[in-house]
């Protein structure tokens, strides 16, 4: 499939079956983190995968513990992979997937998050090549920061400099596959 349409059919999935995915797709996956676009051509966004469902499990309640609704642009994001965002019982921000990638980068440069943004487009891109559902979730910077989640760090020896900026969950999906949605109009200009 050429990269565009990949793009146009690939998703955002929130809700996923009880089976994990491949260790060899998984190294796939992080391997196009790592080719993504970096300011300078510094290479500074570390990923840790997370091949082990109770773990994901641990960290995606993380995730959730300071959700702000206060803070939400919008109040509906899908009928179809409905997020925390449209129903506040979900209480796991990984939505049951069996593996996860925490995208870090350094806390004080100023491309860390676009940096760690384009890794995990990367990520999810090679993800929907390989058949493999993901969605990009936020909220990286609070999920680890209280008492269990600078714990994690330490046992993973991410230096204190690194914070973390995103995931990518990985899995597969549970039901139907979305269809892709018309795109909203207005959304570009090209000056000659």
Known sequence: MDILELMKTRRSIRKYQDKQIERGD???????????PN??????????????????????RLNLTRFDRSRLAGGHVSYEQP??????TI???????PAVCVVFGPKN?????????CCAENMALEAANLGIASCIIARGEETFDNA????????WGIPDTDIARCFVILGYCAGKYPQKKP??????LILV
């Not at 998984?26 to 993504?36: D, N, Q, R, V, W």
């Not at 300011?39 to 995606?60: D, P, S, Y």
């Not at 795109?183 to 570009?188: H, I, L, S, Y």
């Open 26 to 36: 998984l190294e796939k996956i992080i391997e196009a983190g790592l080719y993504a």
């Open 39 to 60: 300011a300078g051509g510094g290479q500074r966004a570390r990923i840790v995968a997370v091949h082990n469902k109770e773990l994901t499990e641990i960290i995606g």
């Open 83 to 88: 997020s925390n965002i449209d129903d506040p």
């Open 91 to 97: 209480k796991n921000g990984f939505y049951g997937a």
């Open 109 to 117: 440069f100023l491309y860390s998050v676009p940096d760690a943004f």
């Open 148 to 155: 269990a989640g600078r714990e994690l760090l330490k046992e």
């Open 183 to 188: 795109r909203k109009e207005n959304r570009f």
